[in-house]
Structure formats: structure tokens, C-alpha cells
């Protein structure tokens, strides 16, 4: 099975796959240890062996919590990913994001990052005040961390579209106006701006 990357088209997929192998194993360590100790001390279940296996249940729950989130989520349609990734051209783009918060999550089929703005696209249908939150929390953690950004989340198809073909007319000029007060990201000194944000974006994503 070949592993997708996090934010590129088939990560969704991917993850239901590989999450569902690590529980399965998470779950089969401390099922193994409590096996063992049964048969080390001969049926008697008062053994440190039990109580590593209690302890081990623990990531597992983690992991199967994780995996469940994962497998109720529906993945980016092909259809749809073809049209926005021919649309995009050569922008910095990420795919199926699922954003997470204490209080609310989204989905995001497409972002594209060109200099200091930001815009993503969601199929699901929310109130506006819904995607106006996210993208204060977006906002919020982008320049947190240095990097102040034009963030929008849209609903519409079509007018995402527009603002991507926007940002690819004027990729030249958006770029540059931002790489002026651009400062290396100190984890990875290597990334330009519009990956810096592509990865910050990763990871607040599930």
C-alpha cells in the first residue's frame, strides 16, 4: 500500500488504511503481555504483566479514537480535485485538510497559499459565522508563528475558483510584497514562505 503524504489528494484514503493497522496492532501488544502473564503465572491475572497491558490500552484508545475520526470522514472527490489542481497551475496548494478545534472542526477540499493570503474551499455547507471563526483560528495560529496572513474559507465552488485563478495571475507580485519581511521558519530553515504556511497548516489538521 503506498503511503499519501499529508495535504496531497488520497491522504483521507490513506490514513483510514494506516490507522486501522496501527490500532490493530497498538490493541495486540498489551493483549499479548496480558497473555503471557496468564501463562507465566498460570491463569493468576495479579501480575506485573496485567498491569503493563492496562497501561498499554491507553495509546491504543488514543489510536482508535484517531482512527475513528478518520474513517467518518469522506474523501475529497477525484472529480473535484482534478478540476481545482488544473485551476491552480503552479501555486502551493494542500489537500483535505481536516482542521480540528476544541469546538469545531471542517473540512477543507483545497488550499492555496500564495504569498500572504491564503484561500481554501470547503464543500460542506456552514453558516458564515462558522467559516469566519475558522478563519480567525487560522489566522490566528499563522501569526502566532510569524507569518500574518490574508486567510479565506470559501463554500461557494465558483468563487474559489476565481480567487485561485487571482492568485495565479498575480503569483509574481503576491509573492514578492510578502518575501520582503519573510524570516526562515527555525524547524526548517529550508522551506520558502508558501511552505512554511502549506506545513503550519498540516499541522493544526488531523
Known sequence: MKRVKKGNYGYIKSQKTVRLLRSLLALALPLAFFIAGMILNH?????IYTLVAIVGCIPACMSITSMIMMWMRKP??????KEISERAGNLTMAYELYLTTYEKNLFLDATAIC???VACYTHEKKENYELKEMQK???DILANNGYRSDVKIFDQKKAF???VDTLKERKEEFEAAANEH?????KY???NRNEVVR???MAISL
Open 76 to 81: 475529497m472527490d477525484e472529480a473535484l480535485y
Open 161 to 163: 475558483l476565481e480567487r
Open 137 to 139: 483560528h487560522v489566522q
Open 182 to 186: 519573510f524570516k526562515p521558519y527555525d
Open 115 to 117: 504569498g500572504d493570503h
Open 43 to 47: 491463569g493468576d491475572r495479579k501480575s
Open 189 to 191: 530553515p529550508e522551506l
Open 199 to 201: 506545513h503550519l497548516m
